[in-house]
């Protein structure tokens, strides 16, 4: 004879309720701490580009636009006061451009042989040893470039000034080169293994392969990672405050002293500067050109993401 399941007595509908119920508000609990986490990021943005604007327009008020932007003298704190920001945006792209210089190449070869020549063992080795470099202080590699790279750089070309610009981009750029490398390996280890067999079953080397399938099947992953290493160059401080110096100096050469626009702001940031006045003001208005250049660069990282992009079935 079928028995016939009893049915579940009132209790145990209004147990299951009551769990349900506090499922849902969990669940709840838990979307409305991420909207509020979210919202945090999104104000404090807000916030810093509040402060910015309010503080780059007083500015403006007293120094005009052409004359920030374009003139070629930066001596705001001595007279004749002169406010050409030239001298410290030079002083930005030869950092940049040489730190690029040392990362680009470094990251790149060393992100193709842990990608497709080294074995897992060895791969398993030398990426967290590469990655240690990332975690190093930036006032620590100041101080190296101080006592260890403009020394040599001197016996070299004697030159070479003691706070130099050849030495900052050295330094900057072995600390931007994890970044590089780890971007660019994440990049080509996406790619599908079958690009790389359908290259070796028509007959390519090992190198022919790395560069002519990996490498352009992997291209919008490795140029996001140099333009996010530049941003990181951009920004960096303490590594050129010690190693490039603190002479705002509109030069292409290398071997002299400069000064950079996040070196300016830890110059006039130190207390010494009244509040309210022109020279503080400086500050913010150099503070929101270096927020609109890597603005500037993330947005052409997002294009370049979005026009070289590859989509795999």
């Known amino acids: ?66 004359d920030f932007l374009f003139g070629t003298r930066w001596t705001p704190l001595l007279e004749p006061r002169s406010f050409g920001v030239l001298p410290l945006l030079g002083g930005t792209l030869l950092i940049v451009a040489g730190s690029s210089l040392v990362a680009i190449p470094l990251g790149l070869g060393s992100a193709l042989y842990l990608s497709e020549y080294s074995s897992a063992r060895t791969r398993n080795l030398l990426k967290p040893i590469l990655e240690v470099l990332a975690g190093i202080p930036t006032v620590v590699y100041g101080y190296f470039a101080l006592t260890f790279v403009t020394p040599i750089l001197q016996r070299v070309l004697p030159q070479t000034q003691v706070f130099n610009a050849a030495s900052g981009t050295i330094v900057v750029g072995i600390m931007i080169l994890p970044m590089v490398a780890s971007l660019c390996d994440d990049a080509f280890r996406a790619v599908p293994s079958t690009l790389r067999h359908g290259g070796y079953a028509l007959g390519a080397t090992r190198r022919e392969v790395s560069l ?64 309210g006045t022109i020279e503080y003001k400086t500050i913010f208005a150099v503070g929101s050109l270096l927020f609109l250049i890597t603005l500037a660069m993330n947005l052409l990282g997002h294009r370049i993401l979005r026009r070289f992009q590859e989509v795999y079935e």
Not at 1 to 14: D, F, G, V
Not at 237 to 246: D, E, I, Q, S
């Open 212 to 275: 002519q399938v990996v490498l352009p099947s992997a291209l919008s992953g490795v140029l996001a990672s140099f333009i996010l290493a530049a941003s990181r160059a951009i920004g960096e401080t303490m590594a050129v405050t010690l190693a490039a110096g603190a002479t705002p100096n509109l030069t292409l050469n290398p071997l002299e002293s400069i000064q950079t626009m996040t070196a300016y702001i830890v110059q006039v940031s130190l207390g010494d500067t009244p509040q």
């Open 1 to 66: 004879m079928q028995e016939i399941a009893s049915a579940p007595s009132l209790e145990t509908i209004r147990a299951g309720l009551r769990k349900r119920r506090l499922r849902d508000w969990r669940e709840s609990g838990v979307g409305s701490l991420l909207l509020v986490c979210a919202l945090v990021s999104v104000l404090t943005t807000i916030g810093v580009i509040a402060v910015l604007s309010v503080e780059t327009f007083s500015f403006f008020r007293e120094v005009s636009v052409a």
